[in-house]
């Protein structure tokens, strides 16, 4: 059976925020640790029927590209959850939520430039 290991490693500040962030993983085409910005993991606990989660951020992140993040976050969810159960309704939902966010996010830009 194969086997496949993602590490993050988190550098932190006097305030324990994230100063820098790097990972790696064995099936990435590229070894060796690699810069981010921001990470999001999911994890589903079998045992208590809910999500946890970890969202860190470096101050290098900025407004506009955490919101990027999200909205192409929210669109890989729309595809997986149209893979993992079939449902077009909630996959199109999800994806509309991500064209009137992109939208928003376009004209906040416009706005501000």
Known sequence: MKKSDIN???ELDDNNLPKAIQWDASDKESGGME???SISVNVWDNLNHATLRIDLW???M???EMKRFYIDILGGMA???LNSTGDEYFSE???ELCDRLVKHVNEENKRNS
């Open 8 to 10: 993050f490693q988190i």
């Open 62 to 64: 900025s407004v506009v």
């Open 35 to 37: 810069s981010t910005k």
């Open 79 to 81: 595809q997986t959850i």
């Open 58 to 60: 470096t101050e290098e």
């Open 93 to 95: 939902e999800m994806k």
